[in-house]
């Protein structure tokens, strides 16, 4: 693996395979009445967020806790564009405090990346969520939560998606969750599907490595996970879809819709839901909505991440667990 | 009065001659000229160039001399073979008046490396509303021909036709950045491959190409001469190409790093690649090679843009958009334009000298031919010359060049500014 965690892009298959079922251990953390893991004891990390995000970094927070990581939160929020503190500044003052992780939320894309390979910094950087570039925590957690439910907690361990058929649905010219999906499912030998207006796809789509759809009712039948997007409703201030009803009707997702999705597909969201716009409240209610499992299965899968990057060559995490049952 | 032999030397890539230089003039061009009284540079095997003349380059004098002076910029300018350069109007406060074009003028004259020749707003404060006072400006002591709101577009339909037609009375010209405000909203970078991949803003080319297009037809409908600034897409040329295949009065420049660089570099996120307009792709760069060998492209201007440090040690998007250039330009046609075939050095004479002084309404004092009883602004390059680009040794103030740590071919030796010499063995006189 990489040292730095800022694309998803910059995981191999076997990477990735090993971040899923490293988080599997961790989630067999989650279920023990003690909840903490002694591996990153004494160490330092930061939670570096320019750009408002409290699920996201509640998640972080709560998976460095586990892993019993000493957190500094760091909200510099508003002060990414402006003249106030540069991320320059901040990441040098971070340095002198010797934090040992940064994760990094920000509002303008390439930031996790100019903080990495910039020289500011020594310290491992996880991308918590650039701009309109990438999350890759997000697209992990999607495909922990997708090789759960369409392979199996046991039976998923050690295997990829090869095969599955996935769909991105929404404002995908916005979302770094899309990109962050549709490269990291690739590498794990999904076949991805993006749908949305044509408006909302980017110009340059054409060599990602996925199929673009304008049409959500040809693509549901063939579909094992449906995953839509927020949409803002701003943007049709900006015409990129006429009214929230034309969009909803034509992208948004509603009981009749989920009808027709094979048996066993799920329907997944990142977060925040906009209800009424692109996901009826019946559908967001449904139990093969996995927005919740999405919310949990962050924390197991921010845990792996972070004792992968900064736990190096240290035993696996059953070793120390077991430790720590003999206490 | 002092006399200069260059002895030897390949006139505009021709022939090895002798130069003499007397006073402020060339008094002799020919073989086995004497020496005598005069200081002899040894020149065998370089190039000898009509000083170099910039049509687009901001000084940033007055308002932000914290990135460029008059006196640094015009050093840095002869540093790279220039005798002229033409200083854009988006300064603080803007050159919109008589009295700030004016001011511009005398601090050149008074830096006493290269020629300052003011550029004037075509709007009040650049804002495209109101056209400024062209003609005071053209009056004034600074004798101003080029207007332009370069960096921002006159976008209004009916101000650029106003523009075009009354500067027609004193036969000035418009120099339009063609940019359509409304499709390059939050833009920052080319829209394509790379800016779907990296999730930045997409600048679309035909933001630049319908505007373009639009300019074009109004200066045939009015009859009047319009010149486009730093073209970067392979369909302006096309439009351009076009145009004046109708016999439309239009000019066109291209800068050196749309010359050589693509978006492809944008992938790093370094901001020192952040310019206005973005690089393009790789076939909008050997377009815009290919036009500027067969005509179509007029003219090579740098489009210098100094930053200071910080505002581009930031995240892309908070950082200013713009590169330095004169210090590289002619080395970056070298090695795009010359070492490639495309260019001869009597064309990179023509386009980065004799047609800039041409399009400025500056040919009675540069861009004139190397021959006797012509001003001596000239230029020395020792082509055969390689070396890595470290911008701590630049004469401008900023440092904010894509090249630092490149390989370009080719040194300016001498830079002679009306017979005097502005720069020496490669260093500033
Ligand atoms: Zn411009």
Not at chain 2, 51 to 75: A, C, K, M, N, Y
Not at chain 2, 299 to 323: L, N
């Amino acid at each position: 693996m990489k040292r730095h965690l800022i694309s998803a892009a910059d995981l191999t298959r076997d990477d990735a395979v090993l971040i899923l079922d490293t988080a599997e251990e961790m989630a067999r953390v989650a279920d023990r009445p003690i909840k903490k893991l002694p591996t990153l004891r004494g160490r330092t990390i930061c939670n570096l967020f320019f750009e408002d995000s409290t699920r996201t970094r509640i998640s972080f927070e709560a998976a460095e806790k586990r892993l019993s990581a000493d957190v500094i939160n760091f909200a510099a929020k508003g002060s990414s564009v402006s003249k106030g503190e540069s991320l320059k500044d901040t990441a040098q003052t971070l340095e002198a405090m010797g934090v040992d992780a940064v994760v990094i939320r920000h509002g303008a894309s390439g930031a996790p990346y100019r903080l990495a390979n910039s020289g500011w910094i020594d310290a491992p950087v996880i991308n918590a969520g650039d701009g309109t570039h990438q999350h890759p925590t997000q697209a992990l957690l999607d495909a922990f939560t997708m090789r759960r439910r369409l392979v199996g907690r046991d039976a998923g361990l050690g295997k990829d998606l090869a095969g599955r058929r996935i769909t991105i649905v929404g404002d995908v010219l916005h979302s770094r969750v899309a990109r962050s999906n549709v490269d990291l499912l690739h590498t794990l030998g999904a076949e991805v599907t993006l749908v949305a207006p044509p408006t909302l796809v980017p110009v340059g789509v054409e060599t990602w490595p996925c199929e673009v759809s304008y049409s959500l009712d040809e693509v549901l039948p063939k579909s094992d996970a449906v995953m839509m997007l927020r949409v803002q409703r701003e943007r049709m201030n900006a015409a990129f879809f006429p009214t929230e009803r034309e969009y909803s009707r034509r992208y948004g997702l509603d009981a009749a819709r989920m009808a027709r999705m094979p048996e066993h597909a799920i329907v997944m969201h990142p977060g925040p839901m906009v209800r009424g716009m692109e996901i009826t409240a019946e559908v967001a209610d449904s139990d093969r909505c996995t927005v919740v499992e999405q919310v949990a299965n962050g924390v197991s899968v921010r845990m792996a991440v972070l004792y992968l990057l900064l736990g190096g060559s240290e035993p696996a995490v059953t070793a120390p667990s077991r430790t720590e049952e003999t206490k | 009065m002092s006399k200069t032999l260059i002895r030897g030397a390949k006139v505009l890539g021709g022939e090895a001659q002798d130069v003499l230089i007397d006073g402020e003039t060339i008094s002799e061009v020919g073989t086995g000229l004497s020496a005598d009284g005069a200081t002899v540079v040894e020149a065998a095997g370089q190039v000898l160039l009509p000083g170099l003349v910039d049509l687009h380059t901001h000084l940033r004098e007055p308002g932000r001399e914290d990135s460029e002076t008059v006196l640094t910029g015009t050093r840095a300018a002869a540093s790279g073979g220039y005798t002229a350069v033409f200083a854009m109007a988006n300064t603080f406060p803007v050159a919109d008046t008589a009295g700030v074009v004016e001011q511009v003028y005398r601090l050149g004259k008074e830096s006493g490396y290269c020629d300052v020749q003011p550029i004037g707003a075509v709007t009040i404060g650049l804002e495209g509303k109101k056209l400024s006072e062209l003609g005071a400006m053209h009056e004034s002591a600074a004798r101003v021909t080029v207007f332009s709101d370069d960096g921002k577009c006159v976008d209004d339909a009916v101000i650029m036709r106003r523009a075009l037609e009354y500067v027609k009375a004193f036969g000035g010209v418009i120099a339009q950045h063609a940019q359509e405000p409304r499709l390059t909203e939050g833009a920052q970078m080319n829209e394509g491959i790379v800016s779907a991949e990296l999730g930045l803003g997409g600048w679309p080319a035909v933001a630049e190409e319908s505007i373009i297009a639009r300019d074009v037809l109004l200066a045939e409908h009015v009859g009047s001469r319009v010149h486009i600034c730093h073209l970067s897409t392979a369909g302006s040329v096309e439009i351009v190409r076009w145009a004046k295949s109708r016999g439309i009065d239009v000019t066109a420049e291209v800068t050196p790093h749309h010359l050589l660089l693509t978006d492809e570099l944008v992938r790093s996120y370094n901001p020192v690649y952040k310019v206005n307009p973005p690089l393009r792709t790789e076939r909008d760069v050997m377009a815009l090679r290919e036009a500027l060998a067969d005509g179509t492209i007029d003219i090579v201007a740098t489009d210098h843009a100094p930053h200071p440090h910080e505002d581009k040690d930031c995240e892309w998007a908070a950082a200013a958009m713009g590169m330095v250039g004169l210090e590289t330009a002619l080395s970056v046609v070298q090695q795009t334009m010359v070492e490639t075939g495309l260019l001869d050095w009597a064309g990179v004479a023509e386009r980065m000298s004799f047609a800039p002084a041409r399009i400025g309404g500056l040919s009675h004092l540069h861009g004139r031919p190397v021959s006797a009883g012509e001003p001596a602004n000239l230029t020395l390059v020792d082509t055969s010359y390689r070396g890595v680009v470290d911008p701590a040794g630049f004469a401008s103030r900023s440092r904010n060049t894509p090249y630092e740590g490149r390989e370009l071919p080719g040194r300016v030796t001498h830079t002679f500014l009306r017979g005097r010499t502005t720069v020496v063995d490669g260093k500033l006189a």
